[in-house]
């Protein structure tokens, strides 16, 4: 098989792991070095493909051979998918060529099981290892960690790599073992506990070795089975608390081909993603709850985006004088966001705030409006309904896509 | 009105505005005209300005001058007079002038963004062309048309990214190279270099666009999103553009159905059997480990 239809395949085959930061290594250079890359703590999205995605990095899958019959994943063992293995030369060969275009910032490697977790975490690691000792590689590496490796090939992999990742695959256990009989949610988490210890070390020691400096990520797929947003948003932030993850990627569910009876045929839930990622930003950038943004079971509206939610459902807080209030406040309020309201809080230390100045910041002002108080503005609608308040600033729905 | 003129540089910028701060003069009363704005025109006489009075130096803070610096590469047709009334206001002890809340500072921070964000896209969509072997000359060379005059100030970038390869960026304005051990920053870019990244002789571009088509999910078509990450007036330079029609087109004429790339799913499958207590076996013979 050709070096290019090998690459067609298991870029195909890697594609549906959401995960594409760059971002988060220590910096490095390669300034009149021999060797190349470099890293600077900023990811860089090299280009963006027609879903929207960014690339920045080179993401591919070792091998698609898998022994695992995980419903949801297209290479599952029974899938009947063309299946292709790198050598680890031809997955450096590529990253170097890819790189010195320009076209990524790194490598993000992943691979099917094969012969045994520990085999396939082994293989993975000796491609980190080709390209950071042999070819001097100073770009970032993002290396799957496979659940039921050794401990002591997961310590080994964080020396090479800037981030590792465990997949949690699904947010409750129970659907864990329905649609992915061969993974468990103990050696899931136990990686995870083994990175996190990894990270934990090596930060309490100044001339400990490096490990995985950019932290370790998982994936959740969302739509695979009947989870609702309530239990993933708790999953994802006990997840967050337990080992201090960076992030929780949610990555809804695309039809496969061949799909079995399992999971649904249906087009990916792109909005609830999209609203699962604006929560996750509320608990890991505000400061918000899980709790608080879903109080009982159930799942984030889809018409407002869950801030505007959480106000609307909060109206004692409200109307907030942007004078007065606490930033912490302030970066509450539906249509100001964090980087706003430090700009307000250093405004305000010059003058009064006006409602102007709002419109400068290019704060959603319709959004703000109900919720705010300025020198030269009070709202009409304070005392409005919330549930009239709702229909007027939902947003149209969206035209489905046509299949 | 008086009026300014200076080589269109920001060094020859600040210079001539020390001096009128110390003069006194108003924003009002200046007409800037940075001349050597589109080169080649540095030898006409700027009228000289008189230094001399006894003004003390006007105190800004240091931050301030790399924010008009910053500010200096954004492309606009008047460049100059908004930092020269943020300079001004400043020196007056008036510093809101400076921040995003204020009528000049939010215009101010506008620029800085767009300026930021344009080497942004530099580091991002430079796209370099190995020259095939042996060479004289830089090893990889790019073309990129950023709309702001950022080439200078962003390309140590690839300096730290590239280690001891040599590489050239041209532009439609200025050009940049670096030999290995220093950068050499053109303005205008010369024709040669502009020829060189213009016209590569590379025919390795197969992978990176195989990569490309098969990294997309069809089942996410979504123009919009990438229509804002990705501005369409880049698309020309990119060697996957002029794949970002075809596949869009593709998927929506029913490749849309899954998240399977065509060129994969034109291609024979294979199931993995596994009997219940030996190790794995692969259909056909195809053996996990030894890959054809």
Known sequence: ?403 | MHSAHFDGSFAGWRDTARALLRQGLAPHQVNWRGDGDRGGLFDQAPSPVNTSPAAEAPRIPRQLLALLQSAACFRVEDRWSLLYRILWRVAQGDRAAMLPGDIDGSQLHKRLKAVRREAHHLHAFVRFHPRPEPVEGPHLVAWHEPAHDILHSASEHFVERLGRSTWLIATPDDGIYWDGQHLHYQRPCPDGWQRLAQTPEDDGQALWLAYYGSTFNPARLNRSALENSLPVRFWKNLPEGPLIPQLMSQARAGAQRDGQAAAVAQQAGKSIRRSATKAPQVSENVDPDHPH
Not at chain 1, 31 to 43: P, R, V
Not at chain 1, 131 to 151: N, Q, S, W
């Open chain 1, 1 to 403: 098989m050709q070096l290019i239809e090998k690459l067609t395949v298991l870029a195909d085959a890697a594609k549906y792991d959401a995960s594409c930061a760059s971002s988060g290594a220590p910096t490095r250079s390669s300034k009149g070095k021999s060797g190349i890359g470099s890293t600077s703590g900023m990811g860089i999205c090299h280009s963006f493909t027609p879903d929207g995605r960014c690339v920045a990095l080179l993401k591919i899958l070792l091998t698609n051979f898998c022994l695992y019959d995980c419903q949801y994943c297209v290479n599952r063992r029974s899938s009947d998918v063309p299946r292709a293995r790198f050598t680890p030369e031809e997955v450096v060969t590529l990253t170097i060529d890819f790189y010195k275009r320009n076209c990524i910032s790194g490598l993000f490697l992943s691979s099917g099981i094969i012969r045994s977790a520990d085999y396939t975490m082994e293989q993975l690691i000796r491609v980190a290892k080709l390209l950071r000792e042999e070819h001097e590689f100073r770009g970032y590496i993002h290396l799957k960690t496979i659940p039921d490796a050794d401990p002591l090939l997961i310590a080994e992999a964080g020396r090479y790599a800037d981030r590792l990742s465990v997949n949690i695959e699904l947010p409750t256990e129970a659907s864990l073992i329905r649609l992915a009989p061969e993974k468990q949610v103990r050696t899931i988490k136990q990686a995870m506990q083994s990175i996190h210890l990894g990270e934990s070390e090596a930060r309490a020691e100044v001339r400990a070795p490096r490990f995985a400096p950019a932290g370790q990520s998982t994936q959740m797929i969302i739509g695979a089975d009947a989870t609702d947003d309530s239990t993933i948003l708790h999953t994802a932030a006990s997840l967050y608390d337990n080992y201090r993850l960076r992030r929780v990627y949610y990555s809804a569910f695309s039809p496969i081909p061949q799909s079995p009876n399992t999971v649904p045929f249906e087009a990916p839930p792109l909005l609830r993603e999209h609203r699962l990622y604006q929560a996750d930003f509320l608990m890991r950038g505000y400061g918000f709850e899980a709790s608080e943004l879903l109080t009982g079971p159930g799942n984030l509206a889809l018409d407002i985006d869950p801030k505007l939610a959480w106000a609307l459902n909060n109206r004692e807080h409200f109307p907030v004088d942007l004078n007065r209030a606490e930033p912490a406040m302030i970066a509450r309020v539906p249509g100001i966001g964090v980087l706003s309201a430090k700009r307000l809080v250093a405004l305000r230390r010059q003058r009064r705030i006006r409602f102007e100045d709002l419109t400068r910041l290019r704060c959603a002002l319709e959004k703000a409006k109900p919720f705010i108080v300025t020198q030269d503005y009070r709202p009409l609608q304070a005392s409005r309904e919330s549930l009239l308040l709702r229909q007027q600033l939902s947003e149209t729905p969206a035209q489905m896509a046509l299949w």
